[in-house]
């Protein structure tokens, strides 16, 4: 089965032992604007869909080595949004880790003050996307920054605006292969790329991808104790019930256990990243 083609990284929940500070940095770095708050639990976005859901957790042991987040990447509209973004975390000396062009998109990476991997990027128009041998070509250059920063204008940084979306999650997973069986066989994802073995990049649509999955942290790495600081799912959206119903199929199918609910299906992948798949 193929998922939905309209599926979608709807929101990614995060976490975090010290609530005020991760909102603080949320918003006064990247962005983003609290939603609303109750009960220990936050929502970051951009005045639509909940994008990024915080849940506060003093007591939650911080871990290294182990399946889980990588990175959350957030998708900005445009060039000039993504320069402007860049200018303000320079403005605001905030530590940045690196800078890529993917050839599909160019892209600022980060961390959140709990460690959690941060991409910032912008997508090039899906004609300008290069193929090699009728296959998609991702890469990993230089960005150039000069060029980025001067199309950044003389408007004011006023947070991210009201387009952006989470565009993709990238996992550390124990082992490849059973990752794509489960993303493949089980959600329904197409693999639009490989890097050496140790990475995979599966989408829906032929978006260029959704989820990225690496082993870095270690072949074989352990998921992190329950409750750990980072990742705690991934939601994915999909355009109706009969969506959701024909994922629940597939994984019944393929044998993967899952629960299901009224509209939602939740899922852990072979690495014990949990995703729940829903429609609005």
Known sequence: MAIDPTAHIDSVHLTTPDLARSMAFYQERIGLRVQWQEDGVAALGVGGPDLLVLHESAAAPRVRGTTGLYHVAILVPSRPDLARTLRHLAQTRTVMQGFADHFVSEAIYLADPDGN????????????????????????????????????????????????????????????????????????????????????????????????????????????????????????????????????????????????????????????????????
């Open 117 to 280: 991997g941060i991409e910032v990027y912008r997508d090039r128009p899906r004609a300008e996307w290069p193929l090699e041998n009728g296959a998609l070509r991702m890469g990993s250059d230089p960005l150039d920054i000069e060029g980025l920063l001067a199309e950044a204008g003389a408007a004011p940084w006023n947070g991210l605006p009201a387009a952006t979306r989470i565009g993709h999650v990238h996992l550390h997973v124990a082992r490849i292969p059973e990752t794509e069986r489960f993303f493949v066989e089980g959600l329904g994802l197409d693999v639009m790329q490989r890097f050496g073995g140790s990475a995979s990049f599966l989408s829906a649509g032929g978006y260029h991808h959704h989820v990225g999955a690496n082993t870095w942290a270690g072949v074989g790495a352990p998921p992190p104790p329950p409750g750990a600081i980072g990742l705690r799912h991934v939601v994915i959206g999909v355009s109706n019930r009969d969506a959701v119903a024909a994922v629940a199929r597939s994984l019944e199918t393929a044998g993967v256990a899952h629960e299901r609910g009224e509209n939602e299906v939740t899922v852990d992948d072979p690495s014990g990243n949990t995703f729940k798949v829903t429609s609005s």
